[in-house]
């Protein structure tokens, strides 16, 4: 496609593998100005019946803990060399705030709403935005057909999303013209979950 990208992998359960990918990024690419925190972990069953401490651990861990540091550490590079323009974009689900058979994995992701909202507020003055992307069902492989007509009765736009439809909204956020808007969470998701 004509641009440049690396891989670099890392365990974010380990807060001390955060400024490592950094540091890969900068060495490439210079400065970041734009984080998209994409990275999450869904494990089943998750449900009351079956939550252990581990479980709940693992969930938080990943899509909690480790979105938040990766946050702190883009803020402190950012005030560091006196940045004065960036974009933090997090994932959520439109069904965290009442996930029901997927109960840590939704908690952990409401934590990110909240985070959002908090840390857009304490931010704002230095130039970087923050927002949440909540994706709707999304077809990425994991959906059977069998899923995808029991879910599709409640997609108000009678369809699942795509890839495309997410990655739209976050360069949206990530440009200019989402300039004054922050601590949003923008449910993507064909009105599933309204």
Known sequence: MGVKAIIAEAN???????????DAAEKVFGQ???LVNNAAHCEMPDDIFSATA???ERHFAVNTRAAVLLMAEFVNRY??????WGRIINLSTD???AFGTQISYGASKAAIEAYTRGIAWEIGQLGITVNTVAP??????????????MV??????????TPQDIA????FLASDQARWLTGQVIKVSGGHNL
């Open 12 to 22: 974010l359960c380990l807060p001390e593998a955060i400024p490592a990918l950094f």
């Open 32 to 34: 970041v100005d734009i």
């Open 54 to 56: 581990s479980n709940i």
């Open 79 to 84: 005030k560091r060399r006196g940045g004065n």
């Open 95 to 97: 069904a965290a705030q």
């Open 136 to 149: 709707g069902p999304v077809q990425t492989g994991w959906m059977s057909a069998e899923l995808m007509e």
């Open 152 to 161: 599709l009765p409640g997609i108000p736009l009678g369809r699942v999303g």
């Open 168 to 171: 739209d909204v976050i360069v």
